[in-house]
């Protein structure tokens, strides 16, 4: 995550800056991107970039962050819809988020973050895990589940269905995107695999979250 610095500086230069890294890593691939291309484009010096961020890895799991922001609130919005069902809402993100990338017109936030999704549909997310916070994933998940009525044991636990839960939703999305004609039999495969992690969340005798 961003140092100190990079919060304290003016709001232009900080945009000046992050308009920068967006327009690197939704150009190009994470590992294609570049630290010297950002800090051409931002017109700062590469020591001014070390003040903010530790490198490239850093700054692209701010990134993720931003996007887990927005699927966040997205999800909490879906969550309403379906009268807070967790394994339902989840389909519904799934299907909004498609529904968006098809539109002839979508915000600028939007549009960043499924070019960064589709620019890495290969790359291996769990190496940013450690920049991300996963405490309060973690901690989100537990009150939902607690608040729709599926028994609650451990963190632990609920850190592996979180785990879970993210995984598939970020695989039938991206995988989705990288063969659009997959698109029905993802969003059926994601549903049988909410089921088997539901009925293995409520059966009695098996470890729960």
Known sequence: MPYPTFFN???????????????EFTTVSYMDASI???IQTAGISRGSFYQYFSG????????????????????LAQLTV????????IPGVYDLLLWRKNQAKCNLDQT???????????????QFSELLDLEALAQGTMELLESTG?????REQCFAVMHMLVGIGLFALTDTMRHPAYEARNRQLLERQLDIIRLG???????SC
């Open 82 to 89: 379906h009268g807070n069902d967790l394994f339902a809402a």
């Open 56 to 75: 490239k890895q850093d700054v692209f799991a701010y990134l993720l962050q931003t996007c887990i922001q927005s699927a966040k609130e997205m999800f």
């Open 9 to 23: 500086l003016p709001e232009a230069k900080r945009q000046r800056l992050m308009d920068a890294v967006w327009q």
């Open 150 to 154: 599926y028994p609650v044991e451990s």
């Open 201 to 207: 969340i409520m059966k009695e005798g098996t470890p």
């Open 36 to 38: 010297n291309k950002i």
């Open 112 to 126: 960043r973050i499924f070019k960064l999704v589709r620019l890495n549909t290969e790359l291996d997310f769990r």
